[in-house]
C-alpha cells in the first residue's frame, strides 16, 4: 500500500460513453499526476497538479479531462475515447512536483 | 533529462543478490538517480534514489560511480516477489526538469 488509491480498478467502455477515473491520496502531498501507460510503450506524463492548479498538459486530447477540487483527490474525465486510448492509466502524487513521486495501483481501462 | 541505459532483460537465482546496471552518462551535477519497478500491471513502486553517496534501505543499495556516470541497484537476497521491471531514472529537483521519464526499464526474473 503506497498511500495512493484508485478506482475502479477496471473499466470497460463504449466510444460514446463517459466515465471518470478517480484518484485519492492519503499523504498529505501537494502535487498529483495522471500517467497513461500503454501496451509495450512507457508511461507518459499526461497532466501535473500543483496545489490543485494544473502546472503541465502534455499535448493530451481533449476527450481527456482532468479535474482536481483539493490536494486529496484528482479526476480523470473521459468521453468519446478511442479504442487506441485503451491503457493503464497511473496516478501518482508527491509533496511538491520536485520530491518522490509514489504511484497507486491503475485502472485498467479498455474502450470498445 | 540525462537519458539512462539500461539492459532488456536479467535472471537471478532465488536468495542471490540481484546487481542491476544502469548508465546515465550525462547526468548533471544537479540531477539525481531513481529507482522504481513495476510489477505486472500494477502501479510504480518507488525503490530508492540518491545523488553521489551510496544510499541503502529495507529494499534495496544503491553504488553510485564516482564520476556519477553509472549506478547499480542491489537487492541483496532476491525473492520469486522481485520479480519485475526496473526502471533508473534521472532527474533533477528544478523547477522544468523535475519529471519522471521512464524508459523501457529491465525486467528481471528471479529463477527458484
Given amino acids: ?112 | 533529462d540525462a537519458k539512462t541505459t539500461q539492459p532488456t532483460s536479467m535472471d537471478c537465482a532465488e536468495g542471490r543478490a540481484a546487481n542491476l546496471p544502469c548508465n546515465h552518462s550525462t547526468i548533471s551535477g544537479n540531477e539525481y538517480v531513481y529507482w522504481y519497478r513495476q510489477i505486472h500491471s500494477q502501479g510504480p513502486q518507488y525503490i530508492i534514489h540518491g545523488l553521489k553517496n551510496n544510499e541503502t534501505n529495507e529494499m534495496a543499495s544503491l553504488i553510485i560511480t564516482e564520476d556519477r556516470k553509472s549506478s547499480t541497484l542491489i537487492l541483496p537476497h532476491a525473492t520469486l516477489r522481485d520479480t519485475a521491471v526496473y526502471y533508473c531514472i534521472v532527474r533533477g529537483l528544478n523547477f522544468g526538469n523535475e519529471k519522471l521519464t521512464f524508459g523501457t526499464g529491465t525486467r528481471l526474473t528471479i529463477i527458484p
Avoid at chain 1, 11 to 34: D, F, I, P, R
Avoid at chain 1, 48 to 63: F, G, H, K, M, T
Wanted: glycine share 4%.
Fill in chain 1, 1 to 112: 500500500e503506497t498511500g495512493v488509491t484508485q478506482t475502479p480498478r477496471h473499466l470497460v467502455m463504449g466510444m460514446t460513453n463517459k466515465k471518470s477515473l478517480k484518484c485519492e491520496q492519503h499523504l498529505g502531498h501537494n502535487a498529483m499526476y495522471w500517467y497513461k501507460q500503454s501496451a509495450k510503450k512507457p508511461l507518459e506524463l499526461m497532466f501535473v497538479y500543483s496545489l490543485e492548479e494544473r502546472v503541465e498538459n502534455n499535448s493530451v486530447p481533449s476527450r481527456f479531462s482532468p479535474e482536481c477540487p483539493n490536494s486529496s483527490h484528482l479526476f480523470l474525465h473521459l468521453h468519446t475515447l478511442q479504442p487506441e486510448d485503451s491503457a493503464l492509466y497511473l496516478c501518482a502524487s508527491s509533496q511538491e512536483p520536485k520530491d518522490t513521486q509514489y504511484f497507486g495501483p491503475g485502472t485498467r481501462l479498455t474502450v470498445l
